[in-house]
């Protein structure tokens, strides 16, 4: 289960696979509340880490490395 601050690239993954919690930035009751909900709901902790073991491949290093090679090769593209 992951418990992670409300950024579009960071909302985008934890809600598309359902892996845990977003709190608002800079919001200490936010993380609070967030904490206290998961370690009263063990059927959440059950979900989010069912969810967790199913999208490792998707989210996996040997899957995103070669998309973040071709940002920066991109990048490099535009500057020459």
Not at 49 to 78: D, F, G, T
Request: aromatic share 6%.
């Amino acid at each position: 289960p992951v418990i992670a601050t409300d950024f579009p690239e960071i909302r985008q993954i934890i809600q598309s696979h359902k892996l845990g919690i977003l709190t608002k930035p800079s919001s200490i009751d936010s993380l609070e509340n967030a904490i206290k909900l998961l370690l009263s709901n063990k059927k959440l902790i059950t979900l989010y880490k069912k969810n967790s073991v199913e999208s490792r491949r998707a989210l996996s290093w040997e899957l995103e490395s070669p998309k973040l090679i071709n940002h920066y090769e991109a990048l490099y593209q535009i500057n020459q």
